[in-house]
T-cell receptor
């Protein structure tokens, strides 16, 4: 089955600790994205990557870091510099070539991070 | 300026009735895509329907249709024959190149 996996589903951390959220896709998509969602809010873009070894900051990149060493994987690290890290994190991927097909984003099931 | 605007924070609809969820967008790019996603309480984002900026006809997918009014820059989602399982958050999104922009969502509640 093709899709996106995120693990774990729930994550608890103490304040001051870095934590890495996993995102893996087997859809052969070039582009991958990380979003943050707070209760009752829409999605805000943290980082996105259009190709291996390249990524760009989104609207709220401060306090986060990413890597894209493999096409299939786009892990997100929430650092201790992120002031309000408790949120729901969604990873997504899409085909990068524009002009063919719908090119919607496919989403993973999300990770709920709680930092106390 | 907001790229995607959803002005209805919450909507109620009677089961089996139709409902329209509003979405307006802002872009100067002639090539873009418009999407609607459903997010149930479990949190997953489910793709519902797509409309390309060059598409002449409104998109339809089963009970979902997208009322695309290009001159007004609106892309409203119409759900026909609402079911209890349609209760969820609905997000309108736009793609420009490889960037996606999301609205703040509309919470739909279907009343039995």
């Amino acid at each position: 089955d093709g899709g996106i996996t995120q693990s774990p589903k729930y994550l608890f951390r103490k304040e001051g600790q870095n934590v890495t959220l996993s995102c893996e896709q087997n859809l052969n998509h070039d582009a991958m994205y990380w979003y943050r969602q707070d209760p009752g809010q829409g999605l805000r873009l943290i980082y996105y990557s259009q190709i291996v070894n390249d990524f760009q900051k989104g609207d709220i990149a401060e306090g986060y870091s990413v890597s894209r060493e493999k096409k299939e994987s786009f892990p997100l690290t929430v650092t201790s510099a992120q002031k309000n890290p408790t949120a729901f994190y969604l990873c997504a991927s899409s085909i990068s070539r524009w002009g063919q097909g719908t090119y919607e984003q496919y989403f993973g099931p999300g990770t709920r991070l709680t930092v106390t | 300026a907001q790229k995607i605007t959803q002005t209805q924070p919450g909507m109620f609809v009677q089961e089996k009735e139709a409902v329209t969820l509003d979405c307006t967008y802002d872009t100067s790019d002639p090539s873009y895509g418009l999407f609607w996603y459903k997010q149930p309480s479990s949190g997953e984002m489910i793709f519902l329907i797509y409309q390309g900026s060059y598409d002449q006809q409104n998109a339809t997918e089963g009970r979902y249709s997208l009322n695309f009014q290009k001159a007004r820059k609106s892309a409203n989602l119409v759900i026909s024959a609402s079911q209890l399982g349609d209760s969820a958050m609905y997000f309108c999104a736009m793609r420009e190149g490889n960037q996606f922009y999301f609205g703040t969502g509309t919470s739909l509640t279907v009343i039995p």
